[in-house]
């Protein structure tokens, strides 16, 4: 958390009010964050730059500014958001964009501080940067390039989907709830798919990030908050995360809470009626 969906959200919210706007100046509240870059190389860099685009790749936040400037790269990791209004934990403030004509000001918080902010001097360089540690985004990957890295393991599938080396943006919430739509158990190996069900899954992948981010993601607890300080709706619609022993949509068995290899610490939910491990390519060899 935040995943893809929550991560779009955030920047469709910047991109409202942050395109064509000049910042005043930004300040670094908490150098912990950065990497690469010192708070007054930063903050020097970014005086009186205009913003060209918000945009996304995977789980960062990709600020470009207009001319040779360059581009800043925020990753929310566990914790991390932005506020359009003044936020109600203002001790979580690590980033501070103040725009002028009309002044205003954008907040970056991060309560566990487990984010990262980045400099690029230009998008090649961050789309290497990028590239080094992750694969492509999860709602631009194409079904072949997702089947040729799923053939390259004997992983579960659930852990391959979260692997960001393999596809960028999905995590526990969504590849539940992926897999569920697929109609496949989390524990299959990811090479036991056939081309049948790389299609449904590359398709689910699709519909359920298209649908998290038309209802602007997941919240719980004090997570994750929209950049007007609102909770996602995602999980008051989905299908199996946090409902153990509901009733699965398709079937109306009890969805079931398991651990799985390869995912320590996370809970996995799933239907053991509609996500099955065909005999053919069960475990037991
Ligand atoms: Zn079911």
Redesign the pocket.
Known sequence: MPELPEVETMVRGLRGVLPGRRLRRLEVRDPSLLQGCTATSLMRRMRGGTVADVGRRGKWVVIELEGDVGLIVIQPRMTGGFWLIEPDRPEHIRLSFHLEKPDATIWYCDARRLGKVSWYQDAAVAETAFGRSHGPDALRIDRDDLAGRLARTSRGIKPTLMDQKVLAGIGNIYADETLHRAGLHPERPSSSLSADEITRLHRAIGEVLARAIELEGSSFDAGYRTVLGLEGGFLAQNSVYGREHQP?P????PIRKTRIAGLIGRPTYY?P???VIPPSTSRSR
């Open positions: 699965c398709s079937c109306a068995r239907c009626t509609c996500q």
